[in-house]
C-alpha cells in the first residue's frame, strides 16, 4: 500500500450496517435503517431529503452524539465512540458562548486543550481573518449579523483542525444573499484545505453547487436511496455558482435528486 492509500484508508468515515431505533410507549421506531456508507478523505457530501428522513440522524451518529442500534460508525479502522477532536460540527444556530468575546470563542477549543495563550491567540486571529472577522474579535456574538455569527463558528472549528467537518443546514436561517456569499466563502475554504465535508441541508441547488457528491434520503425508515457524484462539474476549475448551473447536467442532476425526494415523499 502506497502512503497516499495508506492515509486515505485510516482516515476513510465508514458505516457498516449501522442503524438507529428509539423506544417508545408502542415498542421501538427505527428512525435510520440499516446503512452501508463511506465517505473518502476530502470528498464534500452533500445530504438532502424530506424532513424526519434521517439526516441529522446520520450526521449525529458520525459526530459521536448518538450510538448505533446496530452496526459500527469507523473512522479508518477506529470505532466512534463519543464526540472527539477529529469531528468539527457547525449547527444550523451558532451556539457561541454569549459572555465570551468572538476571539475568546474561537480560543476555547485551544483554550481547554491547554494550548498556551499567546499560541492560542494568535492562532485565533489567523483563523478570524481567514473568515473575514480579524476586525471583529473583540465583540459579543450578539453584536454580529447571523451570517457573521456563522463564520465565528466554522472559524472555531477550523481552529481545532478536524479531519472531518459535519454541517448541520448551517446556512438554512440566512437570507438568501448572505447565505450564496458564505457557501462561496465554505468552498474557497474547503478547496485550500480539503477536509472532509457531510453537509445536511434541505436546498437541492445548495447540495448540487457545493457537494462533490450528492445523497438523497428517503423515510420510514431513513435510508440512502441515492448517492451520485456531480459528474456535471467535470473538467471545471473552481467554477462560478453562475456556470455551474448554466451546465445541462446541473438540470439533469436537480430533476433526478427533486424525483427522488418527491417518491420519498409518497
Same mark, same amino acid.
Given at each position: 500500500?502506497?502512503?497516499?492509500?495508506? %492515509?486515505?484508508?485510516?482516515?476513510?468515515?465508514?458505516?457498516?450496517?449501522?442503524?438507529?431505533?428509539?423506544?417508545?410507549?408502542?415498542?421501538? %421506531?427505527?428512525?435510520?435503517?440499516?446503512? /452501508?456508507?463511506?465517505? /473518502?478523505?476530502?470528498?464534500?457530501? =452533500?445530504?438532502?431529503?424530506?424532513?424526519? =428522513?434521517?439526516?441529522?440522524?446520520?450526521?449525529? &451518529?458520525?459526530?459521536?452524539?448518538? !450510538?448505533?442500534?446496530?452496526?459500527?460508525? &469507523?473512522?479508518?479502522? $477506529?470505532?466512534?465512540?463519543?464526540?472527539?477532536?477529529?469531528?468539527?460540527?457547525?449547527?444550523?444556530?451558532?451556539?457561541?458562548? *454569549?459572555?465570551?468575546?468572538?476571539?475568546?470563542?474561537?480560543?476555547?477549543?485551544? @483554550?481547554?486543550?491547554?494550548?498556551?495563550?499567546?499560541?492560542?491567540?494568535?492562532?485565533?486571529?489567523?483563523?478570524?481573518? #481567514?473568515?473575514?472577522?480579524?476586525?471583529?474579535?473583540?465583540?459579543?456574538?450578539? !453584536?454580529?449579523?447571523?451570517?457573521?455569527?456563522? $463564520?465565528?463558528?466554522?472559524?472555531?472549528? #477550523?481552529?481545532? /483542525?478536524?479531519?472531518?467537518?459535519?454541517?448541520?443546514?448551517?446556512?438554512?436561517? &440566512? /437570507?438568501?444573499?448572505?447565505?450564496?456569499? #458564505?457557501?462561496?466563502?465554505? #468552498?474557497?475554504?474547503?478547496?485550500?484545505?480539503?477536509?472532509?465535508?457531510?453537509?445536511?441541508?434541505?436546498?437541492?441547488? !445548495?447540495?448540487?453547487?457545493?457537494? %462533490?457528491?450528492? &445523497?438523497?434520503?428517503?423515510?420510514?425508515?431513513?435510508?440512502?436511496?441515492?448517492?451520485?457524484?456531480?459528474?456535471? @462539474?467535470?473538467?471545471?476549475?473552481?467554477?462560478?455558482?453562475?456556470?455551474?448551473?448554466?451546465? *445541462?447536467?446541473?438540470?439533469?442532476?436537480?430533476? !433526478?435528486?427533486?424525483?427522488?425526494?418527491?417518491?420519498?415523499?409518497?
Amino acid at each position: 500500500m502506497t502512503v497516499r492509500a495508506d %492515509t486515505a484508508a485510516r482516515h476513510r468515515v465508514t458505516l457498516a450496517g449501522v442503524s438507529k431505533s428509539y423506544r417508545g410507549d408502542d415498542g421501538p %421506531t427505527q428512525v435510520l435503517a440499516p446503512t /452501508d456508507l463511506t465517505l /473518502d478523505p476530502g470528498e464534500f457530501v =452533500c445530504v438532502v431529503g424530506p424532513s424526519g =428522513c434521517g439526516k441529522s440522524t446520520l450526521l449525529n &451518529l458520525l459526530a459521536g452524539f448518538l !450510538e448505533p442500534t446496530e452496526g459500527r460508525v &469507523l473512522i479508518g479502522d $477506529r470505532p466512534v465512540t463519543g464526540p472527539a477532536p477529529d469531528r468539527g460540527v457547525v449547527f444550523q444556530q451558532p451556539n457561541l458562548y *454569549p459572555w465570551l468575546s468572538v476571539r475568546q470563542n474561537v480560543e476555547f477549543g485551544p @483554550k481547554v486543550r491547554g494550548v498556551p495563550r499567546a499560541a492560542r491567540g494568535a492562532e485565533a486571529q489567523r483563523m478570524l481573518t #481567514l473568515v473575514g472577522l480579524d476586525h471583529l474579535g473583540g465583540r459579543r456574538p450578539y !453584536e454580529l449579523s447571523g451570517g457573521q455569527q456563522q $463564520r465565528a463558528q466554522i472559524a472555531r472549528v #477550523l481552529i481545532n /483542525d478536524p479531519r472531518i467537518i459535519l454541517m448541520d443546514e448551517p446556512f438554512g436561517a &440566512l /437570507d438568501a444573499l448572505t447565505r450564496e456569499k #458564505l457557501q462561496g466563502e465554505l #468552498l474557497t475554504l474547503w478547496r485550500e484545505r480539503r477536509k472532509t465535508v457531510l453537509f445536511v441541508t434541505h436546498s437541492i441547488d !445548495e447540495a448540487l453547487l457545493l457537494g %462533490t457528491r450528492v &445523497l438523497v434520503m428517503g423515510t420510514r425508515p431513513g435510508r440512502v436511496i441515492y448517492d451520485e457524484p456531480t459528474s456535471f @462539474k467535470a473538467g471545471l476549475v473552481e467554477p462560478s455558482f453562475a456556470e455551474l448551473r448554466e451546465r *445541462p447536467g446541473f438540470t439533469t442532476m436537480r430533476d !433526478e435528486v427533486s424525483a427522488h425526494i418527491y417518491a420519498a415523499h409518497e
